[in-house]
């Protein structure tokens, strides 16, 4: 019943720009906060920001913050997550998800197929 689709993902440079989005279906915003995670090679899966329903709570991992900004534009069901300065080790397989609250993105109910960034000079 539930489908996210990742998409914007690409090959960018290290202090560049990129902006994911997580469309939604099957999906109430009013009832689910979506997150967003990442997992390079050889890695273990982890959580990069999260956004609840209504867009006025909002959680990001240290490594990210003051570069990412998670947002959510309700009339589309969709999640953005804009990325800036990037660098190197924001490579990964970036995945989008699906959790009853905020409070528990860390263990969602629904993922996402992953869409890649690379970051390379």
């Known amino acids: 019943q539930v489908h996210l689709v990742e998409s914007g993902g690409g090959l960018v440079q290290p202090g560049g720009s990129l902006r994911l989005s997580c469309a939604a279906s099957?999906?109430?915003?009013?009832?689910?906060?979506i997150g967003w995670f990442h997992q390079a090679p050889g890695k273990e899966r982890e959580f990069v920001a999260a956004v609840n329903w209504s867009g006025d709570r909002t959680r990001y991992a240290d490594s990210v913050k003051g570069r990412f900004t998670i947002s959510i534009d309700n009339p589309k069901n969709t999640v953005y997550l804009q990325m800036n300065n990037l660098k190197l080790e924001d490579t990964a397989v970036y995945y989008c998800?699906?959790?009853?609250?905020?409070?528990?993105?860390?263990?969602?109910?629904?993922w996402g197929q992953g869409t890649q960034v690379t970051v390379w000079p």
């Open positions: 099957g999906l109430t915003f009013s009832s689910y906060a």
């Open positions: 998800a699906a959790s009853g609250t905020i409070l528990t993105i860390y263990r969602p109910d629904y």
